[in-house]
């Protein structure tokens, strides 16, 4: 195969496994991208910064599928290469630590996830300016860690501050303004705004159903929260509605093994115990 013909087909394969990652066919990118990673390796050669994007890419699936210690292999590997290429102040090396801070997060790391998240802030900031799209992402991210840590205030002023720029850029019902309304309630929920987080989450999971259709797992991730959200308020019937609902998309979709379905099942278990003590009582 010529260089020409395995560029074209890597570029299709790659092209094929995200718009099966969009759907949130997690799986099927994975082998799509395992298959172009392949391709690369041989034909670019192992080190080439073509091939880094696809061990990059390979590495966020292995995020969405819970395969977090090879996801972690991965992202080294390639911002190893990226910063050989480019240098360690790239926008592009910002990509890897980003996507290194948001793996941790995943994790549940998230003081671990810190400094890489503000590495990739303080790189592009200084590249693009405080206003652009991609800091925006990284600020966001970085929010969603500290939140972790329980540092709700400076999360909240780098939430608002990624919506602005968000709904400014794109509307007030894209993608990224969802994500950042989903975290944006978690944290008011943490700080006993309750009216206030219940509105931006069903805001959130409006616009994520919307967008992705009612069975993709993004749009059971804020099912999940909101309904965590509802049996902090006692509003049982509700969460157990929302827990069943996200239940069955996380189990099609990512099967009973990931964390996001042994995470929402706990969270059910706990609902049902609860419910069970109200009867009981009564």
Not at 97 to 120: D, I, M, T, Y
Not at 167 to 181: D, I, M, Q, S
Request: some cysteine; charged content about 25%; hydrophobic content about 40%.
């Amino acid at each position: 195969m010529s260089a020409e013909d395995t560029a074209k087909r890597v570029h299709r394969l790659s092209r094929q496994a995200s718009a099966f990652f969009a759907q949130g066919r997690y799986k099927e990118a994975e082998s799509l991208y395992r298959e172009a990673l392949s391709l690369a390796e041989a034909g670019f050669g192992p080190d080439h910064i073509e091939t880094a994007t696809i061990i990059n890419n390979l590495a966020v699936s292995y995020k969405y599928t819970g395969q977090f210690d090879g996801a972690r292999q991965l992202y080294r590997r390639a911002l190893l290469i990226t910063e050989k290429t480019y240098g360690s102040d790239h926008t592009e090396a910002a990509t890897i630590w980003h996507n290194l801070g948001g793996l941790e997060h995943a994790a549940g790391n998230f003081a671990g996830g810190e400094p890489f998240a503000r590495r990739s802030v303080k790189i592009r900031e200084k590249a693009l300016g405080a206003d652009h799209l991609d800091v925006a992402a990284d600020v966001a991210a970085l929010a969603a860690i500290l939140d972790g840590q329980k540092k709700h205030a400076e999360a909240e002023r780098l939430y608002l501050r990624a919506l602005a720029i968000f709904e400014k850029t794109f509307g007030p019902e894209h993608y990224e303004v969802a994500v950042n309304l989903n975290n944006l309630a978690a944290n008011c929920h943490a700080q006993g705004r309750n009216e206030e987080a219940e509105q931006l989450y069903m805001r959130a999971l409006a616009i994520k159903r919307k967008l992705l259709g009612a069975e993709h797992p993004d749009v059971a991730v804020t099912a999940n929260n909101l309904a965590v959200f509802f049996k902090s308020q006692q509003r049982l019937k509700e969460a157990e509605r929302l827990y069943r609902y996200a239940l069955g998309i996380f189990e099609k979709a990512l099967g009973p093994k990931h964390p996001k379905y042994t995470a929402c099942l706990k969270n059910y278990s706990k609902l049902k115990k609860a419910t069970c003590a109200v009867r009981s009582e009564t």
